[in-house]
């Protein structure tokens, strides 16, 4: 089966309806079971909040099973959606931290939805990260037919993605939904030259997360791939669209920093800020063996940015450049100041997706291997996320 060369279709591609049933039930039945392990598991298995014997269950469900999955970063997107940018720094022990690290669109999506619905901004977050959620495996399937990939491959895609190890980051209130979404629509657009289309989801990755402007230099080494340097050198019709959506993927972070420097004085406050949570540049490879060195935690994480440049790897070898590239971006630079949140960066990238994929394509007994090892996982780190154990951080 080719996966080295992207035959460009420019009929619309089909998802047949029974299709569409398994990508619906895989949805449903992934969210309905992850929320019910994780509220339970906040309830059950928290010793310091063991309350499955003292409260009525059905009664706490309304608040309770929101809150528990909104960990970490969950409030910082809640001071922008609720307060704005912070003037000054305030949070954290140290109270040197601030929401300047946390990219605009997510925040200010769910502030929109919040208002129109009368609900706080946590459940506007919750809107966009189910609907996000959900359009993440149309957009899987269509990019593995896109890529040649046969229906029965496609379709395992689907499930392993809806039951991905890292499944929380996908039906928590974070950024990862949205962002592997548009990271997929920008892929599935580019592999059928469709470049304002490839702009616009470009715009919503950078708007997303502060590394989705990286995805620049993919979609140039797609577009080398499909017509050439001489086309885009002469400046044609297709290579100016080309350049036109390399030009436009960047604007908000342009816009934010602009924002930025006249609200704080500071462009930069978005990278800068990352000093109050203890990410220093420094060398990613001493950053890797020291945890090695450290133990616990870190041991993990580490052994994870192994698994990541192994896919990474993979795909070079399997001539996925543009993939490859943006994947090695997206996860060598956190690790120049830093090891943590390394998986979660990792899973949330639609090249890592690709690769696990396209490594079972040929391995039919495989598969079901694989899915029941990643659902049982994805349970594991789901009540681990609810009870805020910060290696899934």
């Not at 912070?86 to 502030?111: E, K, S």
Request: charged letters at 10%.
């Amino acid at each position: 089966m080719q996966t080295d060369k992207i035959d460009v279709i420019y009929a619309p591609l089909h998802i047949s309806r029974q299709d569409w049933g398994i990508i619906a039930l895989a949805f449903v039945v992934s969210r309905i079971l992850l929320y019910a392990i994780g509220y339970f598991g906040a309830m059950h298995y928290n010793v310091e909040t063991d309350q499955i014997g003292q409260i009525n269950l059905l009664d706490s469900l309304e608040t309770d099973v929101w809150s528990v999955f909104c960990q970490f970063d969950c409030a910082w997107f809640k001071s922008i959606a609720d307060v704005g940018y912070d003037a000054y720094p305030h949070g954290l022990t140290t109270g040197h931290a601030a929401n300047w690290a946390f990219f605009p669109l997510f925040p200010m999506l769910g502030h929109y939805i919040a208002e129109a619905l009368g609900v706080p901004s946590l459940y506007g977050f919750y809107v966009i990260t189910n609907i996000a959620s959900f359009a993440m495996l149309p957009l899987f399937f269509l990019c593995l037919r896109q890529l040649g990939q046969e229906v029965d491959v496609a379709r395992f895609g689907v499930l392993m993605l809806a039951f991905s190890p890292y499944t929380v980051y996908f039906i928590a209130p974070y950024t990862e939904a949205l962002f592997l979404a548009s990271t997929m629509a920008l892929f599935l657009f580019a592999y059928r030259h469709q470049w304002l289309w490839v702009a616009v989801a470009g715009i919503i990755m950078t708007g997303t997360r502060n590394i989705g402007v990286m995805v620049v230099f993919s979609v140039g080494i797609l577009a080398l791939q499909a017509y050439g340097w001489k086309e885009l050198v002469k400046l044609g019709d297709r290579g100016m669209r080309v350049i036109l959506a390399i030009w436009f993927i960047p604007l908000i972070m342009f816009l934010y920093m602009y924002y930025m420097h006249y609200h704080v004085g500071d462009a930069f406050s978005f990278k800068n800020i990352q000093l109050a949570w203890g990410r220093i540049f420094g060398n990613p490879f001493g950053y890797w063996l020291e945890g090695f060195e450290t133990g616990g935690r870190k041991i993990y994480l580490s052994v994870m940015i192994v698994v990541g440049w192994a896919l990474n790897i993979y795909l070079i070898k399997q001539k996925r450049y543009a993939e490859a590239l943006f994947m090695f971006i997206c996860t060598f630079v956190p690790i120049t100041t830093s090891t943590n949140t390394v998986p979660r960066y990792m899973f949330g990238l639609y090249p890592t997706s690709l690769a696990i994929v396209l490594i079972a394509r040929n391995r039919p007994n495989l598969r079901p291997i694989m899915l029941a090892i990643s659902a049982l996982l994805s349970s594991y780190f789901v009540i681990a996320w609810v009870n805020a154990k910060f290696f899934t951080v």
